[in-house]
């Protein structure tokens, strides 16, 4: 299962209301985030994650409400006595600011940072049991969507085709699950395959924020269990939307229906909108599993079968 935690989910500004961005993605105990707006440590501590166990931060672009946390949460990091290499993935650019902050003495890090400056769409990181993809988005500076995704899982195991081919309850039942071939007392050799169903889909999500609709995002987030997209302006004030390089609410249930996703989390929402309620019938009319964010939600992301 994974788990994804909206720490903040305004655009623009911090409000009392709602940070601006970053997600974590919590998954075999690590963690994976996607931007990282200003207040984003504040928002870590207030959830039930813990910040040592950052993997990777993925910055989408560099606009304030996506990147003016990051200084900040390296800093803790090393103050917190990190000793584990961090991955940071993000625009071109990337290299540039992080040195040049070390440069000043504004940052100071002991433990290794491997940057990745995105500059085409591809699988760009292969992490401990999954991936990350990336693909252009349509923003008004370069912007970057991220795909996490696992490989596929092994099929379902047979347990009566097991019993039936002679392999005994116990330790091969497991190695048969996990794709090992055993063999039997007799010598005869058993193949996972013989035991086991079609293989299975491992999780996929896909974040896209900020960005007009395009079809990046739609390729992005293809087939996806969830994609997080944001939803700036509400249904009606798409031509706003699309003169600033965002989206609206109903654009970001578009593409979630598109993409064929199963489920839809919208972000990044205008600090000007006290009430989103008033927005679900629409949007859902258009894509029916969409959930509204707010800061510090936590959404569960479990097998389909
Ligand atoms: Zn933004
Ligand atoms: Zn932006």
Same mark, same amino acid.
């Given at each position: 299962?994974?788990?994804?935690?909206?720490?903040?989910?305004?655009?623009?500004?911090?409000?009392?209301?709602?940070?601006?961005?970053?997600?974590?993605?919590?998954?075999?105990?690590?963690?994976?985030?996607?931007?990282?707006? /200003? $207040?984003?440590?504040?928002? +870590? =501590?207030?959830?039930? *994650? &813990?910040?040592? @166990?950052?993997?990777?931060?993925?910055?989408?672009?560099?606009?304030?409400?996506?990147?003016?946390?990051?200084?900040?949460?390296?800093?803790?990091?090393?103050?917190?006595?990190?000793?584990?290499?961090?991955?940071?993935?993000?625009?071109?650019?990337?290299?540039?600011?992080?040195?040049?902050?070390?440069?000043?003495?504004?940052?100071?890090?002991?433990?290794?940072?491997?940057?990745?400056?995105?500059?085409?769409?591809?699988?760009?990181? /292969? $992490?401990?049991?999954?991936? +990350? =993809?990336?693909?252009? *988005? &349509?923003?008004? @500076?370069?912007?970057?969507?991220?795909?996490?995704?696992?490989?596929?899982?092994?099929?379902?195991?047979?347990?009566?085709?097991?019993?039936?081919?002679?392999?005994?309850?116990?330790?091969?039942?497991?190695?048969?699950?996990?794709?090992?071939?055993?063999?039997?007392?007799?010598?005869?050799?058993?193949?996972?395959?013989?035991?086991?169903?079609?293989?299975?889909?491992?999780?996929?999500?896909?974040?896209?924020?900020?960005?007009?609709?395009?079809?990046?995002?739609?390729?992005? =987030?293809?087939?996806?269990?969830?994609?997080?997209?944001?939803?700036?302006?509400?249904?009606?004030?798409?031509?706003?939307?699309?003169?600033?390089?965002?989206?609206?609410?109903?654009?970001?249930?578009?593409?979630?229906?598109?993409?064929?996703?199963?489920?839809?989390?919208?972000?990044?929402?205008?600090?000007?909108?006290?009430?989103?309620?008033?927005?679900?019938?629409?949007?859902?009319?258009?894509?029916?599993?969409?959930?509204?964010?707010?800061?510090?939600?936590?959404?569960?992301?479990?097998?389909?079968?």
């Amino acid at each position: 299962m994974i788990t994804v935690h909206t720490l903040g989910t305004g655009s623009g500004k911090p409000t009392p209301e709602r940070n601006v961005s970053c997600t974590a993605v919590f998954r075999e105990g690590e963690l994976v985030l996607f931007d990282c707006g /200003e $207040g984003t440590q504040t928002q +870590i =501590a207030r959830s039930q *994650l &813990r910040p040592g @166990v950052i993997q990777v931060i993925c910055i989408t672009h560099f606009h304030g409400d996506h990147i003016n946390g990051l200084p900040g949460l390296l800093g803790t990091l090393q103050l917190n006595q990190r000793t584990e290499p961090l991955t940071v993935i993000g625009p071109k650019g990337l290299k540039q600011y992080l040195q040049t902050l070390s440069r000043l003495n504004i940052l100071g890090v002991g433990y290794g940072l491997n940057l990745i400056e995105v500059t085409e769409p591809g699988v760009v990181y /292969e $992490g401990n049991g999954y991936a +990350i =993809a990336t693909e252009r *988005l &349509r923003h008004r @500076v370069p912007c970057w969507g991220y795909r996490m995704f696992e490989p596929p899982r092994p099929g379902k195991f047979n347990l009566e085709q097991a019993r039936a081919l002679g392999v005994p309850a116990g330790p091969m039942f497991g190695r048969l699950q996990r794709g090992e071939a055993v063999t039997l007392e007799g010598g005869e050799q058993i193949q996972p395959e013989d035991v086991l169903g079609p293989a299975r889909p491992g999780l996929a999500l896909a974040y896209c924020c900020d960005t007009q609709p395009c079809d990046g995002a739609v390729r992005l =987030a293809g087939g996806a269990d969830l994609l997080i997209h944001e939803g700036t302006y509400g249904p009606g004030e798409e031509k706003l939307a699309h003169a600033r390089g965002h989206s609206t609410m109903l654009d970001a249930a578009r593409t979630a229906r598109d993409a064929g996703v199963r489920e839809l989390i919208i972000t990044h929402i205008s600090q000007k909108y006290t009430r989103i309620e008033g927005f679900a019938k629409k949007v859902r009319e258009v894509f029916p599993q969409a959930h509204f964010a707010r800061d510090l939600n936590v959404f569960e992301l479990k097998y389909n079968a």
